[in-house]
Nanobody, 122 residues
Framework: QVQLVESGGGLVQAGGSLRLSCAAS????????MGWYRQAPGKQRELVAVITESGNTKYVDSVKGRFTISRDNAKNMVYLQMNSLTPEDTAVYYC????????????????WGQGTQVTVSS
């Protein structure tokens, strides 16, 4: 089993920045690809970004150039630096682990954090 705990969410004005962190514990060997997903009210959960153990990344088009995912394997941490935030980025952000990035296809992992709220005001 893998436990994931997110932090760093909050309220920010449009154009601002936030940095999300996700701490992993438990069966670390099962982390594989880790990623961030988000779910806005009334919408399906969607991929934001994913990073493999070797550092390969993939982003959803709407955040390219604004968000950066990174990972510290030694600390079992994954981060999401979010810049130039817009109200459309408002959502609950979830950390995910145990997934895979096969060529350019993302396969979700089985492990989820509890989520952290990001609210961007206009």
């Amino acid at each position: 089993q893998v436990q994931l705990v997110e932090s760093g969410g909050g309220l920010v004005q449009a154009g601002g920045s936030l940095r999300l962190s996700c701490a992993a514990s438990g069966s670390i060997f099962a982390l594989n690809a880790m990623g961030w997903y988000r779910q806005a009210p009334g919408k399906q959960r969607e991929l934001v970004a994913v990073i493999t153990e070797s550092g390969n990344t993939k982003y959803v088009d709407s955040v390219k150039g604004r968000f950066t995912i990174s990972r510290d394997n030694a600390k079992n941490m994954v981060y999401l630096q979010m810049n130039s935030l817009t109200p459309e980025d408002t959502a609950v952000y979830y950390c995910n682990a145990g997934g895979r990035l096969v060529v350019r296809t993302v396969i979700r992992g089985d492990y989820w954090g509890q989520g952290t709220q990001v609210t961007v005001s206009s």
